[in-house]
């Protein structure tokens, strides 16, 4: 795991290039390192392949019939300019309901550029209750699985990972964490 982490993040070394490597590195055969990547490769595109399909497809289209520039213009419209960041967290938590997180920033990245650099505002700010919502809500797989292995009721931990995701949307709290950590 730490050389995984390492590779990624101090060698930026892509996550799957980081994976082989670490294959080899730990006395894997050619054919096995191949075979595990290859099966769970598999296994990902088998049962969420369609569902990114479909988000990205969903996040295109919004892009290019200016949905989306509608859905943050009426919520710009509520809160003003100066609050971009909630804008686009709102927005994100309302996107980041039905879809999965990736095409969910598919959907939105362009907006939170343009937003961000036309605000001043940190990108950061922009994203966290799209982010906060894939990790606390299911059918998101974290949240899925979670919920499953615990055994919890589904719709509960929806409706109290709805509650629990709400701080996500106002991103005055996240810019304090930003700043005290030095990260934007």
Same mark, same amino acid.
């Not at 894997?28 to 075979?35: D, G, K, T």
């Not at 799209?130 to 998101?140: D, N, S």
């Given at each position: 795991?730490?050389?995984i982490?390492?590779?990624?993040?101090?060698?930026?070394?892509?996550?799957?290039?980081?994976?082989?490597?670490?294959?080899?590195?730990?006395?894997? +055969?050619? #054919?096995?390192?191949?075979? $595990?990547?290859?099966?769970?490769? /598999?296994?990902? &595109?088998?049962?969420?392949?369609?569902? &990114?399909?479909?988000?990205?497809?969903?996040?295109?289209?919004?892009?290019?019939?200016?949905?989306?520039?509608?859905?943050?213009?009426?919520?710009? #419209?509520?809160? /003003? #300019?100066?609050?971009?960041? *909630?804008?686009?967290?709102? $927005?994100?938590?309302?996107?980041?309901?039905?879809?999965?997180?990736?095409?969910?920033? &598919?959907?939105?990245?362009?907006?939170? #550029?343009?937003?961000? %650099? *036309?605000?001043?505002?940190a990108?950061?700010?922009?994203?966290?209750?799209?982010?906060?919502?894939?990790?606390?809500? +299911? +059918?998101?797989?974290?949240?899925?699985?979670? $919920?499953?292995?615990?055994?919890?009721?589904?719709? %509960?931990?929806?409706?109290?990972?709805?509650?629990?995701?709400? +701080?996500?949307?106002h991103?005055?709290?996240?810019?304090?964490a930003?700043?005290?950590?030095?990260?934007?």
């Amino acid at each position: 795991m730490v050389a995984i982490v390492l590779l990624t993040t101090r060698f930026k070394v892509h996550a799957f290039f980081a994976l082989l490597v670490v294959g080899f590195g730990v006395g894997m +055969p050619f #054919r096995e390192v191949l075979s $595990t990547g290859k099966s769970g490769f /598999g296994n990902i &595109i088998g049962s969420l392949g369609l569902i &990114i399909v479909f988000g990205t497809t969903l996040g295109i289209i919004m892009e290019h019939t200016g949905a989306t520039l509608v859905l943050v213009g009426g919520i710009l #419209r509520l809160t /003003g #300019r100066h609050r971009a960041a *909630q804008a686009m967290n709102v $927005t994100g938590y309302v996107v980041g309901l039905p879809i999965f997180c990736d095409s969910g920033y &598919i959907v939105l990245n362009g907006l939170n #550029r343009g937003l961000a %650099r *036309q605000t001043g505002t940190a990108m950061a700010l922009m994203t966290t209750s799209l982010y906060a919502v894939h990790c606390l809500i +299911p +059918p998101h797989p974290g949240a899925a699985a979670a $919920t499953e292995t615990l055994g919890a009721d589904f719709g %509960r931990v929806i409706l109290y990972g709805m509650l629990v995701a709400i +701080p996500g949307v106002h991103g005055r709290h996240v810019h304090h964490a930003i700043v005290y950590f030095n990260i934007s």
